[in-house]
């Protein structure tokens, strides 16, 4: 596509639900990441995928968070029994692999936990 | 580990005013340095970047920033602001092409007429 696709881009759910955010890469960009941008804080990194594996997780806040990229392509990122806390946008960002600063964003999927 | 600090969470500026956008990073290798821009409702998008090289780099929409090694600084500047760049903008450092970025707390960046 021309450009990253999240979806939903609005997801409210329950505490304590299940949700799954889909991140669609630029087609061909092997590199994907996810970010988490509370209100008014900078981008928050969580994980990073080059091809199907995640080069570092480091990221992650805890094992609630879980994203898989099983072809290479789209990604899902996961959170189990939401929190309050998990409150925020997160962005999804694709690049070719060794592309310093080539990283292209998404628009985000707003996440409101209540 | 490295970190980015936005020494600045907000500045008023008028419009067609010069402007500054400070920021600091710290790390024990060399980096690389980027500045985002996010618009209102819109995503991130690349302003600038610097690799090597020349220390003054330029950026979209007339910025530019200043790789200060000694001071370990990258300040974004405008000579003359305009209403459309109302926005936040972030500082961010990598240490290579295989490690994430990292980014400051952003500085927003809003125009009087």
Request: charged share 15%.
């Amino acid at each position: 596509g021309a450009g990253v696709s999240q979806t939903p881009s609005n997801k409210v759910t329950e505490k304590g639900k299940y949700v799954e955010l889909r991140c669609d890469p630029i087609s061909g960009h092997t590199a994907l990441y996810w970010y988490r941008q509370s209100l008014g804080q900078g981008p928050e990194f969580l994980i990073y995928f080059q091809g199907t594996g995640a080069a570092d997780d480091s990221g992650l806040p805890n094992d609630r968070f879980f994203a898989v990229r099983p072809e290479g392509s789209v990604s899902t990122l996961k959170i189990q029994r939401t929190e309050r806390g998990d409150s925020a946008v997160y962005l999804c960002a694709s690049s070719l692999a060794g592309d310093l600063g080539g990283y292209t964003f998404g628009s985000g999927t707003r996440l409101t936990v209540v | 580990a490295q970190s980015v600090t936005q020494l600045d969470s907000q500045v008023p500026v008028f419009e067609e005013a010069p402007v500054e956008l400070r920021c600091n990073y710290s790390s024990s290798v060399s980096v690389y340095l980027f500045w985002y821009v996010q618009y209102p409702n819109q995503g991130l998008q690349l302003l600038l970047k610097y690799l090597s090289g020349s220390t003054l780099v330029k950026g979209i929409n007339g910025f530019e920033a200043e790789f200060n090694k000694s001071q370990t600084s990258f300040h974004l500047r405008k000579p003359s602001v305009h209403i459309s760049d109302t926005a936040e903008y972030f500082c961010a450092v990598t240490i290579s092409s295989a490690s994430k970025i990292i980014f400051g707390s952003g500085t927003r960046l809003s125009i009087r007429p």
